[in-house]
Structure formats: structure tokens, C-alpha cells
């Protein structure tokens, strides 16, 4: 069954729709990965959501999903680097979106072996399992991390890779996975590599929910270094060009970036989010949340060429109107976010 659909402004596409698809969700618990869930289900496919088993039975961010949404998904529990419970997930799906991974590059520093076991097994079992199932298309998540700091600006999907932390390095190892699985044994596979996603429910970890909580608590802001250059991409954003790559015809075997296209500092981005909630507070630098100097990331500019000729895909939220959910979600769940110390 086909349908027409135009992507806020893009290009019309003939897609396949996903109301017909039985879909996985691997690392369904995380940021983007619950936000995905919750529009696949308004979507009205069938969703299968992965998450990370442990003792308490948390389904992570997916419990915040609105109850009626919520109860339409099949949950289950297993682990990314268990090549059983990944088989079995993957069983009798169509699309299969992997997102699981670790993520977090601060505590790539202090245990890669970990990054290497999740995010290199964890997606050679998934390939695998697809692979097995013959799955309809499978969607890898890459992230623009694997570029390291900009040769060239914007970056397209032909910039080198360099692996200047364990964690993107570990990425760039996966991203291979996904392609040799492509190459050797035809799997349809489609890579999207985010840019620097941002929203709702994102943990404190990530620059902007972590300023926003320490200008709603504390006195005085501690950061990073604020002279990198990042490219922000609202969540909902990202959800759009990860559903689209799924259902396009056409597009197996390629990477495709989203992001906006649109560049700014750190520093003036945390001066962009005081001035939105109207709060100016002190900047302090602290040590910890500094990268090691040859590891840091100086600019990660989209090109999204490729993602508006072949997705019809482009931002649809402004970075104010991003902002400002963020600050209204970390207002109404400050219990969620430390603001004493660096969440590695």
C-alpha cells in the first residue's frame, strides 16, 4: 500500500506507510529512542520496543510516554550484546530501527572496552539477526561524532571518519558493521547520522538540559569549553528523518545526516538559553567537564543535502522553539537533573 506524504517542506516522496509495518525499536528506553516509539505509535504501527533488562523492571523514558500510547506498546527486555534476546526481538518485524548503544563520550574515557562490547557486538548482532529474519530495512544510528573536528564545513557524508574518542570511535566500528552487512550479504540497510539532538527527556548529561538545570538551581554555571561549534537538531526533527528512511524506496546502503545546517558556539548558545529564560547568571569553567585537548571536538556543521533529496526532509522547529520545550520540561521534572556535580 502506497501513500503520498510531503516532509515539512521537502520533496513528495512515494513511501511505503507505517501503519503497515511491524517495527523493532532497540534502545527504545533512551532519549531519542522513546521519542521515536511515541511516533511510530501515533503512526499507528505495530511497535516492538527493546529495552535494557534489569532487577526493577524499568522501561527508562518510555514511562513517560503518555499512558494511552504507552499501553499499545509490546515491550520487551534483553540485552544488545546477547545475540538470543536480539534474535528474538527481531522475529516477525518488518523495520528494525537500532538505537541501542552507549552513549556518553566522558565515560568512553574511563571504560571503552564497554563501548566496544555495546555499540561493535551490540550492532553485529543485530545485523546478524536482521539478517536472518530478512527484515524489510534495517535503520542504523550512526552519530556526527565519527566525523571528529571538521576538515570542512558543512560536513557531507564523504568527510573522513576520525575516531578522537573511544565512544566515536567505537561508533565508527559499528557504522562499518552496518555497511559490510550491506555490501556482503545485501542487507537493506540505511544509516542516519544524527547531529547533536536535543529535547525533551534528554538526560543532564547532554549541554543544553544540563545548563538549563543548573540556571533553574544553582547560583553559579559550571561548563565546558565553550569555543566548539555544534549543530542543534530538535528531537522531533530527528524522529521525522529516521521514519522517513525507513519507508523511502531506493535509498539501501547509503548514510544520510540530519541536522539543521545552522552552526553556533557553545558559548553562545548557553548566552542563547539565559537569554530565553531570562536568567544571567556567572560562568565558571570547571576541569572535569573539559575534554582531553587533542580529543575535543572543535566543529560539527550538517550538510543536509542528502537527506532533503532523497527523505523531502528538513527541520521544522526553530532552536528558540526547541529551547523553550526544553525549559519547560526541565521545569516541570526537576527532580530528574543533578545539578551539584558533572553527570559523566
Known amino acids: 500500500m502506497k501513500d503520498r506524504i510531503l516532509n515539512r517542506g521537502g520533496s513528495d516522496h512515494t513511501i511505503m506507510k507505517i501503519s503497515d509495518k511491524k517495527v523493532l525499536v532497540t534502545g527504545a528506553g533512551g532519549f531519542i ?4 516509539c511515541e511516533e511510530l505509535v501515533k503512526s499507528e504501527a505495530r511497535v516492538r520496543a527493546m529495552v535494557r533488562y534489569n532487577s526493577s523492571e524499568s522501561h527508562g523514558l518510555l514511562e513517560g510516554l503518555p499512558r494511552e500510547l504507552y499501553n499499545r506498546l509490546e ?3 534483553g540485552d544488545i550484546r546477547d545475540i538470543d534476546s536480539v534474535t528474538k526481538a527481531v522475529s516477525g518485524c518488518d523495520i528494525v530501527f537500532h538505537l541501542a548503544a552507549l552513549i556518553g563520550i566522558p565515560y568512553s574515557y574511563h571504560a571503552p572496552k564497554s563501548y566496544v562490547d555495546t555499540n561493535v557486538v551490540g ?18 544510528t550512526s552519530t556526527s561524532e565519527v566525523y571528529g573536528t571538521a576538515m ?8 573522513p571518519l576520525q575516531g578522537q574518542s573511544p565512544y566515536s570511535a567505537s561508533k565508527i566500528a559499528a557504522d562499518k558493521i552496518a555497511e559490510s552487512y550491506y555490501l556482503s550479504f545485501n542487507l537493506p540497510v540505511v544509516t542516519i547520522r544524527p547531529f547533536n539532538c536535543y529535547g525533551p527527556r534528554q538526560s543532564s548529561r547532554a549541554f543544553i538540559p544540563a545548563m538549563v538545570s543548573q ?5 553559579v554555571i559550571k561548563c565546558g569549553y565553550l569555543a566548539p561549534q555544534r549543530d542543534y537538531t530538535f528531537v522531533k526533527d530527528t524522529v521525522a528523518g529516521f521514519i522517513a528512511a525507513a519507508l523511502v524506496p531506493g535509498i539501501e546502503g547509503m548514510t544520510i545526516n540530519v541536522g539543521t545546517g545552522k552552526k553556533i558556539s557553545m558559548g553562545d548558545l548557553l548566552q542563547r538559553i539565559m537569554s530565553r529564560m ?16 587533542k580529543s575535543e571536538v572543535m566543529a560539527l556543521i550538517c550538510d543536509n543535502t542528502r537527506a532533503r533529496a532523497f527523505l523531502g526532509w528538513e527541520p521544522g522547529y526553530t532552536l528558540d522553539q526547541g529551547l523553550d520545550e526544553v525549559v519547560s520540561f526541565v521545569k516541570s521534572n526537576s527532580n530528574r537533573y543533578k545539578t551539584d556535580h558533572f553527570v559523566v
Open 215 to 219: 540556571l533553574l538551581s544553582e547560583s
Open 75 to 77: 515491550i520487551v527486555s
Open 33 to 36: 529512542g522513546s521519542h521515536l
Open 278 to 293: 531570562d536568567l544571567m547568571k556567572q560562568i565558571l569553567p570547571e576541569e572535569s567537564r573539559l575534554r582531553p585537548p
Open 152 to 159: 570542512y564545513i558543512p560536513i557531507d557524508e564523504h568527510h
Open 123 to 140: 550492532t553485529l548482532n543485530v545485523m546478524q539477526a536482521c539478517r536472518q529474519e530478512s527484515v524489510e530495512r534495517v535503520i542504523h
